[in-house]
């Protein structure tokens, strides 16, 4: 065996890679869709100076006279830490007083604020508001600061050569003279843009690596921080909406006279999505609601269960499916293998929940729309506004605000909860009256968009020392992409989101074959924090685990082996190990140790969980020890927040997550039924970041993925028990 | 029908639907919008406020249930624990998306302001009903002890 065959080919494009390189009939596609969505505003824009104005370079920057730099963020901050990130790349550029900076949201505008990860979309999404904001941001920092020094250059008739900036002051050493940012920005503002700029060294970084204090912070500590839920109107009304029981299901009938009788109900108005109640408040829509009589058309709804459904997908994993990789002959190596190892794994759907429940604000007149709401997918939310209104996206405006917590949920290309909310402020009239739409808790829960259920099968094949020669992975499930905007990055039949995580498995296995069955059901679906990698990732490193197991080998040298030729994962793996003790052996009786390592959006994260089991088959989580390398670290402590609440999100799922149907009705109401992870059941998390210098890559979703495997594998290690059904079993509970 | 209550240290009438939840009357019908709505059936703990200086989730109490009653909500935060919690989580830089951070300081003050120097044990019984789906849990767990030392100190 030579050492290339053991090299593996080059990986299957991750989700951003597909978005960025496009295939491009997929650039294309986007491109068409969306190149008309461009808003007409120009806010930002530079124009002629006045006195006071403020110095506006470029469509992420204005310095004013008061010394004041506000960033511009094309990217939701939905805890993410997106807009302290955007604002440390700019300010770092520019030399800024970081205690002078504030960000504020970009409006929807695909031509200057796309997502350059996604063509021509505005969004955030797929941890990628760093990587694609980073040369980008640095050069609108880099330019505006040489702006500034040609302006103290100007006005003092010095040479550029002899002036310094520090912390939003300009400097001139010789004659100790200095002037801040805001005394340039008349001068400044008159000065060409230059077309090239030396960008730092990073060897001075003042702000990036460091850790900078979060621009939002203060605003949420003291209840001051504006959410959907916070925005009034004068005469703004407040919906809810009664949506069918059933997926697919439609008004037949209703009778508003119970609601109207609410005092403080002003209009019940039916939309595509159900029968909405309009009303003074959110307590009369709410009583309004409950108040409400619908008759449903169930005809075409979904009415399985998901114990039938998943039937089904068992059934599917048995007929062949399409390749999203194949390299050598598994089944051949598999079938000549000393030894074999097979298991399957069960994914369940998943909500996203974010505290927030789904809202947003519409005022819709005769010809204009404007729309406040955490907003994820900016340009499509626009261009759907504006098809359901019937007015050009130009006529559509979006005020992106703090977003309550998203996951994804707020990111899906039929905008449902702002369509919802522009049908409404429609049926209402459209007579420009604010409308906010408010979503409860069970809304949310009842409401779709889940994260697919899967189910998984995997086999591998061992030689005689227990090396494998092959791996045969099956996934079914459904697609996120098919039937949306995102569809034309569909090849061959396979979803990328469906197979990121496994099909791009990065250990080194002489014959793999990863393929895809993928059904449609009534259910809507979506992406959910960390995608594909939310199951392919359990899938594959409780495998490996197993296969480790079968080798007699120790799971954490066994994976280190396989990646020789992947130093960067190889790394993640061999630092959590280390800070974790691995080598201090196996645990005392009742705990035991797991590992697990990924690679999600070209970052990548290794974890180390240590779990105790007590005589009833009670699992806590004592301890999670992370080893995460995104490049640059722009700012570890935000950083080291994204593993911690990751691991927290992700664990809350492994041990509780699951949405399920009996016959079509979702059974999960509220966080009684859909239980997601609590104070006392938080482990101590310990954060070690990689030092590099590479590109930036994202951290909002990579530590989600490893976290499941790595405590499945440390509760074999403590009982000898596999996980293959998730969510984990609940003590006492077959 | 009015309903009377001292709301943040200021006596309040209130003409409203005396089933109203707390948490609407205080947002809707007073103007406070800090205390964030969740789940509506006290199982998140977005809504938490203080009443007579316990924590209550005010998303299930009607209004008619405070009449003569002190509500205390973030906007009205004083006591010296309360400003050092607020204080801790900056330090800390405890929120991520923040919705739920209202009820946690609102439930962190209360504990300080009842135990001033809780365990871990006290900890886990006092926050486990608020909710962060960011979990920022042992950002959270820190800050309350950081927070109790600078109380004490």
């Known amino acids: 065996m030579t050492h290339d065959t053991l090299t593996r080919a080059p990986r299957q494009p991750t989700r951003r890679a597909f978005l960025k390189g496009a295939g491009s009939a997929t650039a294309m596609a986007l491109t068409i869709g969306f190149e008309w969505a461009a808003s007409t505003r120009r806010a930002g824009a530079i124009t002629a100076p006045v006195a006071g104005a403020p110095f506006a370079p470029n469509a992420f920057l204005r310095i004013g006279a008061d010394d004041s730099v506000t960033v511009i963020a094309k990217h939701v901050e939905m805890g993410q830490g997106a807009y302290t990130g955007i604002a440390t790349i700019v300010a770092e550029e520019l030399d800024a007083d970081w205690s002078r900076v504030r960000v504020e949201s970009a409006p929807a505008d695909a031509k200057r604020y796309a997502n350059l990860a996604f063509g021509t979309i505005q969004g955030t999404g797929g941890s990628s508001a760093m990587a694609n904001s980073w040369m980008q941001l640095r050069e609108a920092g880099g330019k505006a600061r040489a702006m500034l020094l040609a302006a103290a250059a100007k006005q003092w008739h010095l040479p550029v050569a002899e002036l310094t900036v520090d912390n939003g002051i300009v400097h001139h050493a010789a004659s100790k003279r200095q002037a801040t940012f805001g005394s340039l920005v008349k001068t400044a503002a008159s000065l060409p843009v230059p077309e090239k700029v030396t960008l730092k060294d990073p060897k001075e970084f003042a702000l990036i690596g460091h850790r900078a204090p979060r621009v939002d912070v203060p605003a949420k500590v003291d209840g001051s921080a504006q959410f959907t839920l916070d925005v009034v109107l004068p005469g703004m009304l407040v919906a809810l909406i009664k949506r069918p029981p059933l997926f697919g299901a439609t008004v037949k009938s209703f009778d508003a006279a119970p609601a109207n009788a609410i005092p403080g109900v002003v209009k019940v108005v039916q939309v595509p999505r159900g029968v909405a109640v309009v009303a003074k408040s959110f307590w009369a829509a709410k009583q309004g609601r409950d108040a409400l009589m619908v008759e449903w058309d169930d005809t075409s709804a979904e009415k399985r269960g998901s114990g039938a459904l998943m039937d089904e997908y068992r059934r599917l994993a048995e007929q062949p499916a399409s390749a999203a990789r194949t390299e050598g002959d598994a089944a051949q190596a598999i079938a000549k293998a000393a030894r074999r190892v097979s298991a399957s794994y069960e994914f369940p759907f998943l909500a996203h929940a974010p505290m927030e429940p789904l809202d947003a604000v519409v005022k819709l007149g005769a010809s204009s729309c404007e729309i406040w709401a955490g907003d994820q997918f900016q340009t499509i939310d626009q261009a759907n506004a504006a098809k359901t209104a019937g007015l050009d996206p130009q006529q559509v405006s979006i005020h992106t605000l703090y977003a309550g917590g998203s996951f994804g949920r707020r990111a899906n290309t039929v905008s449902d909860y702002i369509v919802e909310a522009v049908s409404i402020a429609k049926a209402y009239g459209a007579d420009g009256t604010p409308i906010k739409l408010q979503w409860t808790r069970e809304d949310d829960l009842h409401g779709g968009m889940y994260r697919p259920m899967y189910f998984h099968t995997l086999e591998a094949g061992l030689t005689e020392k227990g090396e494998l020669s092959g791996w045969r992975h099956v996934i079914v499930g459904q697609s996120i992409m098919a039937d949306t905007l995102f569809a034309p990055m569909i090849k061959n039949g396979i979803d990328p989101t469906s197979v990121e995580g496994a099909a791009s498995i990065a250990y080194a296995i002489p014959n793999i074959s990863v393929a895809l069955s993928t059904i449609k059901t009534g259910v809507p679906i979506l992406w959910w924090r960390v995608v594909g990698s939310s199951h392919t990732v359990f899938a594959v490193e409780a495998f490996i685990d197993e296969v480790a197991h079968a080798a007699g080998e120790d799971p954490f040298t066994y994976r280190r082996k396989l990646l020789e030729h992947e130093p960067r994962m190889k790394a993640v793996l061999e630092l959590a190990a280390e800070k974790a003790g691995w080598s201090n052996g196996p645990m005392p009786k009742g705990k035991g140790r797991g590992i697990a390592v990924a690679e999600a959006f070209k970052t990548f994260v290794a974890q180390v969980a240590e779990v105790s089991v007590d005589e009833t088959g009670h699992v806590t989580v004592d301890r999670v020890v992370c080893a995460v390398d995104c490049g640059t670290p722009i700012n570890p402590d935000i950083i080291t927040a994204q593993m911690e609440g990751g691991i927290g999100f992700g664990l809350g799922a492994v041990l509780y997550g699951s949405i399920t149907l009996k016959d079509g009705h979702v059974e999960q109401d509220n966080f009684n039924s859909y239980r997601v992870l609590r104070m006392n059941e938080m482990p101590t998390v310990e954060v070690h970041i990689v030092p590099s210098t590479e590109a930036p890559t994202g951290v909002g979703e990579p530590g989600v993925a490893p976290v499941g495997p790595a405590v499945a594998n440390a509760i074999f290690a403590a009982t000898g028990t596999r996980i293959h059904v998730l969510p984990f079993p609940k003590p006492g509970v077959a | ?153």
């Open chain 2, 1 to 153: 029908m009015s309903i009377s209550f001292v709301l943040n240290g200021k006596s309040t009438t209130l003409d409203a639907d005396p089933n109203m939840p707390l948490l609407w009357a205080v947002r809707e019908v007073v103007g406070l919008p800090g205390t964030k709505f969740g789940c509506g059936m006290a199982l998140c703990g977005a809504c938490t406020v203080h009443l007579d200086g316990q924590a209550i989730r005010s998303c299930v109490m009607p209004l008619s249930a405070v009449a003569g009653r002190q509500v205390t909500t973030i906007e009205g935060l004083q006591s010296k624990p309360a400003k050092a919690v607020q204080a801790a989580w900056i330090a800390l830089q405890v929120p991520q998306c923040g919705y739920c951070q209202s009820g946690q300081v609102m439930s962190a003050t209360a504990l300080l302001e009842n135990n001033a120097a809780p365990t871990d044990a006290d900890i886990d019984a006092a926050m486990s009903g608020n909710i962060c789906r960011c979990a920022t849990y042992s950002r959270i767990r820190a800050a309350i002890h950081a927070a109790a030392q600078s109380v004490k100190a």
